[in-house]
């Protein structure tokens, strides 16, 4: 049976180092697909990390690996750019989910309620968080309660 670790990405909209970002989301996924059997990348469409997250797992898959892990995005609802674009979406991710719980709660507290749930799937969590607010903020907050591994790439530390 496949064993698969399961790594959920979490981090601000904004990002004030995105070159330290990318080279450090490249390191610790080179890590990974060189360590684990098998790796599902979870990742949102939110903000600037989510996209340097994606980026970093196709570029690390090219180069290094590709047969070990998939690219999933984890959509809080069906949104008109992914209902408008979802043959990019497919080429692009290597599967898309709506989380159902997420889509039919009020749209403010779908994005943390989707969060919620990557984390509880998650083996690891890999964040860039710079600042003590916000909704990457409170997910992280959510996963050290659950006792979850997080690495917060943003100072390179296990928290």
Not at 40 to 49: A, C, K, S, T
Not at 112 to 141: P, S, Y
Request: hydrophobic residues 40%.
């Amino acid at each position: 049976m496949l064993d698969i670790f399961t790594v959920a990405f979490f981090g601000h909209r904004e990002i004030n180092d995105p070159f330290k970002i990318e080279e450090r989301l490249e390191e610790e996924i080179y890590r990974l697909l060189g360590e684990k059997e098998y790796v599902d990348f979870l990742v949102g469409r939110n903000g600037e990390f989510d996209q340097f997250a994606s980026s970093a797992v196709l570029r690390v898959r090219k180069r290094y690996r590709d047969d070990n892990s998939s690219l999933i995005l984890v959509l809080p609802y069906p949104k008109a750019d992914y209902l408008n674009n979802v043959e990019y979406y497919e080429e692009y991710y290597s599967e898309i989910e709506i989380s159902h719980v997420a889509s039919v709660a009020h749209p403010k507290a779908a994005i943390q309620i989707r969060n919620r749930e990557m984390v509880d799937r998650a083996d690891l969590i890999l964040c860039c968080i710079e600042r003590e607010k916000g909704g990457a903020w409170q997910t992280v907050q959510y996963a050290i309660k659950q006792e979850k591994t997080v690495i917060n790439i943003a100072d390179n530390e296990q928290i």
